[in-house]
């Protein structure tokens, strides 16, 4: 499998409801982000969460990251329909390269 | 906020043809990146630059491509004889001195479509 790889690929849960993302990952890492992308759009940043760090908090999203497994979960609370978009992880292990995963969708209904 | 600004938006171009896709990274930014993303398809590293050198490129970023900085500010993304499997949006990002792992900033994209 690829680097990087989150599930669910798809996720629709109703206004309201918490979504919760997952990401594996291959290598060692210094450290593991999150970037959101609205259909057509650029990247926009979310949360870094460092190799030495279990978890992150930043408003309505928590991070974790589990380096014994080589995983990384994003949690939304209270989701709102503004929130409908990919979300991505990507891992930056040494070098200069940050590798993505596929991504996953998610539909916030409203 | 400064953010990371890119030209153009969107470009058409004939397969064959060369283009150059510009971006302009946050002043005090010292590491730039390029990367594209196919249609529905993840994101990919194209390449990484640093202190006027590449630093790292992935096995996508051949012969074809070629990357500079020719002034203080603009980064840009050379692509010779464009090919149809090159459409993609090409984003560009950069990150902050001194902490090359940090957040990386992104542009808004531009959109290459090869015809």
């Known amino acids: 499998s690829q680097q990087g790889e989150e599930d669910p690929q798809a996720l629709s849960i109703q206004e309201g409801e918490n979504a919760t993302m997952n990401c594996s990952y291959k290598?060692?890492?210094?450290?593991l982000q999150w970037y959101r992308q609205n259909s057509g759009r650029g990247l926009v940043h979310l949360i870094l969460?460092?190799?030495?760090?279990r978890e992150k908090h930043s408003g309505r999203l928590r991070v974790t990251l589990d380096t014994s497994k080589k995983s990384s979960s994003l949690l939304i609370t209270a989701s709102r329909a503004a929130d409908t978009a990919s979300y991505f992880c990507?891992?930056?292990?040494?070098?200069?390269?940050?590798?993505f995963g596929a991504g996953t969708r998610l539909f916030v209904k409203a | 906020e400064p953010e990371v600004t890119q030209t153009p938006s969107h470009q058409v171009t004939q397969m064959g043809q060369e283009v150059i896709l510009r971006c302009v990274p946050i002043?005090?930014?010292?590491?730039f990146y390029w990367y594209r993303q196919i249609l529905g398809q993840k994101v990919e590293f194209l390449v990484s630059f640093y202190n006027n050198e590449i630093s790292e490129k992935s096995e996508i970023f051949d012969d074809q491509f070629s990357v500079e900085r020719p002034d203080g500010s603009n980064f840009t993304l050379k692509i010779r004889s464009t090919k149809l499997e090159d459409s993609a949006m090409y984003f560009c990002?950069?990150?902050?001195?001194?902490?090359?792992?940090?957040?990386?900033?992104f542009g808004p994209g531009t959109r290459l479509t090869v015809l």
């Open positions: 290598t060692s890492i210094n450290n």
């Open positions: 990507a891992n930056e292990g040494g070098g200069f390269k940050t590798i």
């Open positions: 990002a950069s990150s902050p001195p001194g902490q090359r792992t940090d957040t990386q900033y």
């Open positions: 969460i460092r190799s030495n760090e």
């Open positions: 002043s005090n930014h010292l590491y």
